[in-house]
């Protein structure tokens, strides 16, 4: 169930505003306090993940709710450009909220049964693109500034753990590092010089398990198709290392742990959208 929900510079709620929300939630306050502002944010995010055309990255108008344009939500006279919400949910594991939200078996959850999922956290932030030719469109079909998924798991035996992914647009003129990689890309790669668009940053449990089998790994993008590039140390310019672009794709797990070097081209498996790494493999392998 849901049990946080967050809003910012959204209508009247021009500040950061997180509410906890229980099995029964009563919103109560004067006119134009903010409740069904604060409503409007749900339907929104249920009308987005329900819509059929995945391309749509916010859907202001649909189903649940018209909402009109991006300049009709973001809160008047405020300077911040993105639009803020999220929320948490956690499992429900005790049978009185199953029975008052109408559920009448437990759910299941697949994975490691040692590690029990506390919660689980998304944030998204959208904008519009003022500047550009796609400014009409972007004002009815905002685009994704960024977006956070994190999961609390409760390993008896280690305490909690926090895992999460931030995906965040960026500019790669002004990032030197990209710039090198974007130059190795070959021209018929277009999904891989895309994905160097995006920063991805993800916590070091995670960075480690994939550092495992490659030990240099760095998150450079993020794709929603899977695709694997391999670059020459000369093209990409690096000095006694083959440098290696792969990616995520749906699965679960590395397909080709362990390369020998100096053949590193691998894809790494994850579910969702697709993480483009890069990797100095050592001469020794």
Request: proline share 4%.
């Given at each position: 169930?849901?049990?946080?929900?967050?809003?910012?510079?959204?209508?009247?709620?021009?500040?950061?505003?997180?509410?906890?929300?229980?099995?029964?939630?009563?919103?109560?306050?004067?006119?134009?306090?903010?409740?069904?502002?604060?409503?409007?944010?749900?339907?929104?995010?249920?009308?987005?993940?329900?819509?059929?055309?995945?391309?749509?990255?916010?859907?202001?108008?649909?189903?649940?709710?018209?909402?009109?344009?991006?300049?009709?939500?973001?809160?008047?006279?405020?300077?911040?450009?993105?639009?803020?919400?999220?929320?948490?949910?956690?499992?429900?594991?005790?049978?009185?909220?199953?029975?008052?939200?109408?559920?009448?078996?437990?759910?299941?959850?697949?994975?490691?049964?040692?590690?029990?999922?506390?919660?689980?956290?998304?944030?998204?932030?959208?904008?519009?693109?003022?500047?550009?030719?796609?400014?009409?469109?972007?004002?009815?079909?905002?685009?994704?500034?960024?977006s956070?998924?994190?999961?609390?798991?409760?390993?008896?035996?280690?305490?909690?753990?926090?895992?999460?992914?931030?995906?965040?647009?960026?500019?790669?003129?002004?990032?030197?590092?990209?710039?090198?990689?974007?130059?190795?890309?070959?021209?018929?790669?277009?999904?891989?010089?895309?994905?160097?668009?995006?920063?991805?940053?993800?916590?070091?449990g995670?960075?480690?398990?994939?550092?495992?089998?490659?030990?240099?790994?760095?998150?450079?993008?993020?794709?929603?198709?899977?695709?694997?590039v391999?670059?020459?140390?000369?093209?990409?310019?690096?000095?006694?290392?083959?440098?290696?672009?792969?990616?995520?794709?749906?699965?679960?797990?590395?397909?080709?742990?362990?390369?020998?070097?100096?053949?590193?081209?691998?894809?790494?498996?994850?579910?969702?959208?697709?993480?483009?790494?890069?990797?100095?493999?050592?001469?020794?392998?």
């Amino acid at each position: 169930m849901i049990t946080k929900w967050k809003v910012f510079n959204f209508k009247s709620i021009q500040k950061e505003t997180e509410l906890e929300l229980a099995p029964l939630t009563v919103f109560t306050g004067a006119n134009s306090s903010g409740k069904s502002t604060f409503l409007q944010t749900i339907l929104l995010v249920a009308q987005t993940l329900a819509h059929k055309v995945s391309s749509r990255s916010v859907v202001l108008n649909g189903a649940f709710t018209r909402l009109g344009q991006f300049d009709d939500l973001r809160s008047v006279d405020s300077t911040a450009d993105q639009i803020v919400i999220g929320w948490t949910c956690q499992p429900l594991h005790d049978a009185q909220s199953r029975r008052v939200l109408g559920l009448r078996s437990s759910p299941f959850y697949y994975g490691r049964s040692r590690h029990a999922l506390s919660s689980v956290s998304c944030e998204i932030a959208f904008d519009t693109d003022d500047s550009g030719a796609q400014k009409e469109i972007t004002q009815i079909q905002p685009r994704l500034f960024s977006s956070q998924l994190s999961a609390l798991t409760r390993d008896p035996e280690g305490g909690d753990r926090r895992s999460f992914m931030t995906i965040r647009r960026t500019s790669i003129s002004n990032d030197t590092s990209k710039q090198k990689w974007m130059d190795a890309c070959d021209s018929d790669e277009p999904r891989a010089r895309a994905s160097l668009q995006y920063d991805v940053e993800c916590d070091e449990g995670s960075l480690a398990d994939i550092r495992e089998d490659f030990v240099s790994a760095v998150p450079m993008g993020i794709s929603n198709r899977p695709l694997a590039v391999s670059c020459s140390s000369n093209g990409c310019g690096t000095s006694g290392a083959q440098a290696v672009t792969s990616t995520a794709s749906n699965g679960a797990r590395l397909s080709q742990p362990k390369l020998p070097s100096p053949a590193r081209n691998a894809t790494l498996e994850m579910p969702s959208s697709s993480i483009l790494i890069r990797a100095a493999a050592a001469s020794s392998g």
